[in-house]
């Protein structure tokens, strides 16, 4: 059998599986990728060449994993988003497409990207949003909190694998409660799922993202209480706070941040029509 045969029933095992088509096809690329350590313009020039036993084998192993729910992320330890690559561990949250959307909403709100911004990250995971906004504002500086050292590990490395770690500072610490100075704006993809919806989450979620990443307690709201509360002192006139939320928590937060002392500026929207970024800026 030849690499691209493998790469097509790899393919077709995730659709039956329950895949959408391009996913599977997506997702048996990935895996290929992996399973040969090809990049992915090797793996086209090379899927003619036969695939070999253990190729075939390594690659069995992985469609096995996946079906068990794993996500491809997890199998092969990384995930691109906003078109960077990052290492992803079982200490950090899988980056999500639809985190993308606060990374665009903030690069499109800075009107000078050359402009030495400083910024903070809190709950920073893998370093997504971070090392994704450092990328794009050349002059920018971040400091990236985290209550997880395994996670702040996970994040040096992505800062240093897209070449932004000398523009990062990575703390250890809850929420802001360890942070001083002034920020020109501040970002968060915080835990908001309540807590008893873990359990009903798929599988690839429940089993595999870690709890501190999800866990925004018994009404999904905690995080947003408590960076509404702290993050005002910290921000300079003017600055923006940019967060995260699930979808349906709009209504909700947007009365906590009001009755905090906040304007609500904007709330961005996905594709599905959810409002799943909001912006404030204190009053
Ligand atoms: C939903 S994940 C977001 C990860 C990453 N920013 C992203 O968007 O992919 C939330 C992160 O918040 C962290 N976290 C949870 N509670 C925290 C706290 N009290 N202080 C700081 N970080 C916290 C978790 O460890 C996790 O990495």
Same mark, same amino acid.
């Given at each position: 059998?030849? &690499?691209?045969?493998? +790469? ?8 039956? @599986? ?12 990935l895996l290929m990728q992996h399973a040969s350590g090809f990049d992915r313009a090797a793996l086209i020039s090379r ?11 390594? &690659? *069995? ?14 199998? /092969?330890g990384e995930k691109e988003f906003f078109g960077l690559r990052f290492r992803v561990t079982p200490a950090v949250l899988?980056?999500?497409?639809? %985190?993308?959307?606060?990374?665009? *909403? ?31 504002? $050349? ?7 985290? +209550? ?28 802001? %409660?360890?942070?001083? @100075?002034?920020?020109?704006?501040? /970002?968060?993809?915080? $835990? ?17 993202? $870690? ?14 209480? /408590? ?11 003017? @600055? *923006? ?13 947007? %009365? ?8 609500? &500026?904007?709330? /961005?929207?996905?594709?599905? @029509? ?10």
């Amino acid at each position: 059998m030849r &690499i691209r045969e493998l +790469i097509h029933q790899t393919a077709m095992k995730l659709a039956d @599986g329950g895949l959408e088509k391009m996913e599977a096809a997506r997702d048996a690329r990935l895996l290929m990728q992996h399973a040969s350590g090809f990049d992915r313009a090797a793996l086209i020039s090379r899927e003619n060449e036969p695939a070999s036993p253990e190729l075939v084998e390594r &690659i *069995r192993a992985m469609v096995e994993r996946r079906a068990e729910g794993e996500p491809v992320s997890r199998i /092969v330890g990384e995930k691109e988003f906003f078109g960077l690559r990052f290492r992803v561990t079982p200490a950090v949250l899988d980056p999500r497409p639809e %985190t993308e959307v606060l990374v665009d *909403r903030v690069l499109a709100d800075q009107g000078d990207r050359e402009a030495p911004t400083v910024f903070a990250d809190i709950g920073t995971g893998s370093g997504a949003i971070a090392v994704a906004l450092l990328a794009n504002l $050349p002059s920018a500086r971040c400091v990236a909190v985290d +209550i997880s050292g395994d996670a702040l590990d996970v994040a040096a490395t992505n800062a240093r694998a897209n070449g932004v770690d000398e523009r990062v500072d990575l703390v250890r610490g809850d929420f802001l %409660t360890s942070l001083s @100075g002034s920020f020109d704006f501040i /970002v968060s993809n915080p $835990p908001y799922i309540v807590r008893e919806e873990i359990a009903m989450l798929a599988r690839e979620v429940r089993e595999y993202d $870690p709890r501190a990443a999800l866990d925004g307690g018994a009404d999904g709201l905690d995080a947003y209480r /408590v960076l509404l509360a702290q993050a005002g002192p910290l921000l300079k006139p003017g @600055g *923006r706070l940019y967060v995260e939320i699930g979808a349906g928590q709009a209504k909700a937060i947007k %009365t906590l941040a009001r009755a905090g002392g906040w304007h609500v &500026i904007d709330a /961005v929207t996905d594709l599905g @029509g959810n409002e799943r970024v909001l912006v404030v800026i204190a009053m």
